[in-house]
């Protein structure tokens, strides 16, 4: 059975830092990529950025300079590291592993940027 889960979600004040992990099971890690999305309430799901096997990252526009996402290979978890964060910036954060092995979802970590 497929492992996926996301955790570090948390409160945080406007302009505060967090880091989301996502761990994914081992017998697929290795072959495929790792991306991290987000869904606030009423909007639609929207792509944050992914890291390639082979450790090659792109973001999106409005995630580049402030989120940063990494791999380590050997605890097969891809992090998403997360700073000066915005209330806009709200919403469960999912992470996807796609590739030659399956495409699977985790449940999402809730974040909530407020003061």
């Known amino acids: 059975q497929v492992h996926v889960e996301e955790s570090g979600g948390d409160l945080v004040q406007p302009g505060g830092s967090l880091r989301l992990s996502c761990a994914v099971s081992?017998?697929?890690?290795?072959?495929?990529?790792v991306g991290w999305y987000r869904q606030a309430p009423g909007k639609q799901r929207e792509w944050n950025g992914h890291?390639?096997?082979?450790?090659?990252?792109e973001y999106t526009e409005s995630a580049k300079g402030r989120f940063t996402i990494s791999r380590d290979t050997a605890k097969s978890t891809v992090y998403l590291q997360m700073t000066s964060l915005k209330p806009e910036d709200t919403a469960v954060y999912l992470c996807?592993?796609?590739?030659?092995?399956?495409?699977?979802w985790g449940q999402g970590t809730q974040v909530t940027v407020s003061s």
């Open positions: 890291v390639t096997r082979e450790d090659v990252t």
């Open positions: 081992e017998t697929i890690f290795s072959g495929n990529a």
């Open positions: 996807r592993t796609f590739g030659r092995r399956g495409d699977y």
